[in-house]
């Protein structure tokens, strides 16, 4: 091809057909942007790495875990953080069976002192005094023979009243 002024010529001096046309590079750029973002593993900024507080309470998590049971006798309550005005912000229920007691405790303390707030003063929390619920074993009657879960009991009282 030979290079021919005002036909169709391209910055490079290579003769181009009338009918295409180099593409707009503001197009290009675009396409090889939307291209590029599409490749990306996760398409956001990675993730935070946990707060201590985070950490924690997935430990105290996984030490729980299903809270399998067979019986109403291995199921407990735990009481999780710390209020304002005093007593626990939450319990979970968990099965002597599965876990631990004295590796729950201490980490149910790390929790508590990851959560503590830095300066004192500066937790805010309503001031009602939640009771221990208990737990129970709760069993899926369709399936008789099977494990149950420990279950927190329903609250009774006052905190069983809906929050207006």
């Not at 939307?34 to 997935?58: D, E, K, R, Y």
Request: glycine share 8%; with cysteine; net charge positive.
């Amino acid at each position: 091809m030979s290079w021919h002024p005002g036909r169709g010529n391209n910055d490079l001096g290579i003769a181009l057909h009338q009918n295409h046309r180099m593409p707009n590079p503001c197009l290009a750029a675009l396409a090889f942007a939307i291209l590029v973002g599409c490749n990306s593993t996760t398409g956001s900024a990675p993730a935070a790495p946990p707060t201590p507080a985070q950490a924690a309470m997935a430990r105290i998590e996984a030490l729980i875990g299903d809270a399998r049971c067979d019986d109403n006798a291995e199921c407990r309550s735990v009481a999780i953080g710390q209020r304002a005005c005093g007593g626990p912000e939450s319990y979970l229920a968990w099965s002597s069976r599965r876990t631990d007691a004295a590796t729950l405790e201490r980490a149910v303390a790390e929790f508590a002192a990851a959560s503590r707030p830095a300066r004192p003063g500066d937790a805010l929390s309503t001031c009602e005094v939640l009771r221990d619920p208990g737990a129970f074993c709760a069993r899926d009657a369709a399936r008789p023979g099977t494990a149950g879960r420990c279950r927190l009991r329903p609250a009774r009282g006052p905190e069983a009243l809906p929050k207006l």
